[in-house]
Every structure is written in C-alpha cells, then in structure tokens.
C-alpha cells in the first residue's frame, strides 16, 4: 500500500508477534479488554492463542467478529480447550486460580510456535507490543524466558518474608507478563531438585508440583520461581514498567523504571479493574472498555483518562498519574502520526 514501509518476508511463524492467554470463569470481558488494548497499539500482526473453557468459546468468536474490519485484519486468533499433557488434569485446574497452569504447558502444546508473550487476562497494554517482543532479541544464549522481579524492595517483598521455597534472586519473579522462547524450552535440559540430572519441561512440571504442592501459595508462578531458581542463567529479568501492579505505587513509588519512562504493561491484579481499591487503574480499564474503536485516540481516549485521574489524587498510586499517563501519550502520538503519514502519502499520488 501507499506510504507502508515494506518489510523483508520472514518464515510464516515469524510473521506474527504470538500472544497467549488462559482465560476461564468470569474472565471473558477482562481479557477482551486486553485483547484490545494489545490491537489498537500494536505495528506488527498478532497471533491471539485463547486459551478457554468451552463454554467461553463461542463467546469469544462473536465478540471478535464484531470488532471493526480495520482492527480485525491486525490479528488471527485461535481458540483451545484447556488440556494438561502430564500428571491429573483436576489438580492442575484446582492450582491457585482455575486454569492459570495452563501457561506451564504452552511449550508442549503450541509446538509450532517459535516464541511468544504470555499474559495473565487482567493485563493491559499502553505501547505496542513489539516493544517487548524486541526483547526476545536481547536473550542471551541461555536465556529462553523473561519476567519482571515479583518487587523491587526485598523488605516489602512476599518471597523475601513468606515464601517457603526456593524461588529466583532476592525477590522472585512474577509470572503475569512472560516472555517465552517455546524453541530453547523445548529442547532445554533443566537443572532440579529431583534427580541429578537435567529433566525437560514436560518432564520436570508434574514430579516438581507433586515436591512442593504443600508449600506453594502463588500456583504456577512460584513453580516458575522454583525452575528459575535451579537454572539462573535461563532468565532474562526486564525492569518493573513492563509489568506494573498495585504493588509498585500502593505503599509509595517503588518503579523507578515507571518514574523515568512511564507503565508500559500495566497488570492490574487484586481485581483492582472491579472494585474501588485502586481507582487510577480501574480508571485506565474502564477507558479502554468504552474506547469505541475507531475514534479519536486522544479525545476518546486520553482525554477522558486525563480527567478520571482528577479523581484519584488522594490515592497514593494517583499521586503520580505522570506515570500512567507518559508511555500511552507517546504512544498515541506515533499512532496518530503514523496515520497521517499513511493519509499524505496515499493522497500525494494523486
């Protein structure tokens, strides 16, 4: 097209930036929310992998076919039923949320993917995704996941005072937003606690539950932070902004990333999107819930956001809506630049 820059051709796996999300229960409009905030942001196609209960299914079909064609040809989307390839499928379910170990099997069941974004449904994006993706260039050679410290501050932190297992560095990681090379998971041999030697993924999931279900409080995260314990050198660990929670502004400002560059991932745990705790980012979810699609971005969207936050600078995390704010404002500058680009360059020929 006109003004598009062209870009070389890539094998088809790598064609899309591939995003993944385990979503069961109630979770259908939180994570079409974050379905969209990851379309109206992002360059590059997406991949969507749903992971869902049957039920949820058609659902989601519907919902996406009604989403504008302008946004709809930036995606493909695929639907799974929720499977467990190793050990008892009710006691995964039953693992701290329903569901959430699913994304402990993504190697195993996506092999055809090369890598990919996984992210928990109450999640939302304010930049383009292929900003993270770019990461995935910057593992080194044994790297193959990254995460975001679980805190920045050990004396705050819930592994450094709770945790009764091992988990990674002096904070652990949290697993909300994740990176993942499914290609060096697949054919990695992991250190352990069970045998002396290495054991793949798939063999290692079931007889590590099985070692630490007793002494596990967060599920598959803190499973991750046991992995991640025995192999270090797997991990690349991105700062705070891109998986920014209540945690970072509710005892005071603790991102120093998110104060220099603003949130570019904000994960709005504790349910803080459905009730008053947390109203800055309720404000946010509630934005991009009633952002109609093809609107403008600035008088819709960040607008209104600007004048919700008016209304939460007696929380401490609504004290700094500089931090909200920085990251989606550039971001929708450059949207609304590259449409004008687009717009001029399509008209010049004329």
């Given amino acids: 097209k006109p003004g598009e820059q062209k870009h070389p051709k890539e094998p088809s796996s790598l064609q899309c930036m591939h995003l993944a999300v385990v979503a069961c229960g109630d979770r259908l409009e939180e994570t079409l929310i974050m379905l969209k905030s990851a379309v109206l942001f992002s360059n590059r196609r997406l991949c969507f992998h749903i992971f869902a209960e049957d039920s949820l ?168 932070n046991i992995i991640f314990y025995f192999n270090p050198e797997c991990l690349y660990v991105f700062p705070c902004q891109w998986n920014y929670r209540p945690d970072h502004c509710m005892y005071g400002s603790n991102c120093r990333g998110a104060e220099e560059e603003g949130v570019s991932i904000l994960h709005g745990n504790r349910g803080v999107y459905h009730d008053d705790k947390q109203p800055t980012f309720k404000a946010l979810y509630e934005v991009i819930r009633d952002f109609p699609f093809e609107d403008n971005l600035f008088q819709s969207l960040y607008y209104p956001l600007q004048s919700k936050f008016l209304d939460t600078v007696h929380t401490l995390c609504g004290r700094i809506p500089q931090v909200f704010l920085k990251q989606i404002e550039k971001t929708m500058k450059k949207v609304y630049e590259n449409r004008v680009i687009v717009y001029l360059g399509a008209n010049h020929r004329y």
């Fill in 57 to 224: 299914k058609p659902e989601f079909e519907k919902k996406l076919k009604e989403w504008p064609s302008s946004y709809t040809k930036k995606f493909e989307s695929n639907i799974y039923p929720i499977t467990f390839s190793v050990g008892n499928a009710q006691e995964w379910k039953k693992l701290f949320k329903p569901c959430a170990a699913q994304r402990l099997f993504l190697p195993v069941i996506l092999k055809d993917v090369d890598s990919l974004l996984y992210v928990d449904t109450d999640v939302l994006f304010l930049r383009p995704i292929d900003d993270i993706w770019h990461l995935l260039r910057e593992f080194n050679s044994t790297q193959l996941a990254a995460m975001a410290p679980e805190h920045e501050i050990p004396k705050i932190g819930w592994y450094s005072r709770f945790a009764r297992h091992p988990y990674y560095g002096t904070t652990g990681v949290n697993s909300g937003v994740m990176l993942m090379n499914l290609t060096r998971i697949r054919s990695t041999q992991f250190k352990n606690s069970l045998i002396p030697g290495g054991l793949t993924w798939e063999e290692m999931l079931y007889p590590l539950y099985q070692k630490y279900k007793n002494y596990i409080t967060w599920g598959d995260q803190d499973l991750l």
